[in-house]
Antibody, heavy 117, light 108 residues
Framework: QVQLVQSGSELKKPGASVKVSCKGS????????IIWVRQAPGQGLEWMGW????????TYAQGFTGRFVFSLDTSVSTAYLQISSLKADDTALYYC??????????WGQGTLVTVSS | SSELTQDPAVSVALGQTVRITCQGD??????ATWHQQKPGQAPVLVIF???NRPSGIPARFSGSSSGNTASLTITGAQAEDEADYYC???????????FGGGTKLTVL
């Protein structure tokens, strides 16, 4: 069965960097785009962008350029989200999800990133 | 348009029917998907395409679309349906994704 398994919670200080992983299994990892979604505390889902797992080409939503980088290691079917120069308002749950032909279909379990001094 | 608009909150009596709507210009060109999120859990896909349910989603969940509005209907709402519901689609250019702001469903 299709699964996306994300790395565990992170506690970081302001100014640090964090790298969240998302490992796909149960399907051809390079056959579907991976999207990244942020959910700030008590807020809704916000699309951050996506990465084409076939070409490695990323697309970033407005507001997620510069400090946010999507990458891949297709040899281990894993996508990564790296956030640099962390700020307190980066504190959020970060989800990866798979986009299929008819839309987003499978979600990772989420990774909580907490930024606090 | 670059927005999908949902009512922030909706309530329904146990066993009754509720419709949750999502409005946006891009819905004239693209189907919405609907995702259920319960507290402390990741979202789960409940409706995709014209009106399709993934395996394991109860038949009381259905979807429809007309013009710029997509709807999720729960026929005979159950207590376990209490959750946040998000619509999702491409934007009008097709090059970006959008999420609605979410609708909190309360089952009374």
């Amino acid at each position: 069965q299709v699964q996306l398994v994300q790395s565990g919670s992170e506690l970081k200080k302001p100014g640090a960097s964090v790298k969240v992983s998302c490992k796909g299994s149960g399907y051809d990892f390079t056959g579907n785009t991976i999207i990244w979604v942020r959910q700030a505390p008590g807020q809704g889902l916000e699309w951050m962008g996506w990465i084409n797992t076939n070409t490695g080409n990323p697309t970033y939503a407005q507001g997620f350029t510069g400090r946010f980088v999507f990458s891949l290691d297709t040899s281990v079917s894993t996508a990564y989200l790296q956030i640099s120069s962390l700020k307190a308002d980066d504190t959020a749950l970060y989800y990866c999800a798979r986009e299929a032909a008819m839309g987003v279909d499978y979600w990772g379990q989420g990774t909580l990133v907490t930024v606090s001094s | 348009s670059s927005e999908l608009t949902q009512d922030p909150a909706v309530s329904v009596a146990l066993g009754q029917t509720v419709r949750i709507t999502c409005q946006g210009d891009s819905l004239r060109s693209y189907y919405a998907t609907w995702h259920q999120q319960k507290p402390g859990q990741a979202p789960v896909l409940v409706i995709f395409g014209k009106n399709n349910r993934p395996s394991g989603i109860p038949a009381r969940f259905s979807g429809s679309s007309s013009g710029n509005t997509a709807s999720l209907t729960i026929t005979g709402a159950q207590a376990e349906d209490e959750a946040d519901y998000y619509c999702n689609s491409r934007d009008s250019s097709g090059n970006h994704l959008l999420f609605g702001g979410g609708t909190k469903l309360t089952v009374l």
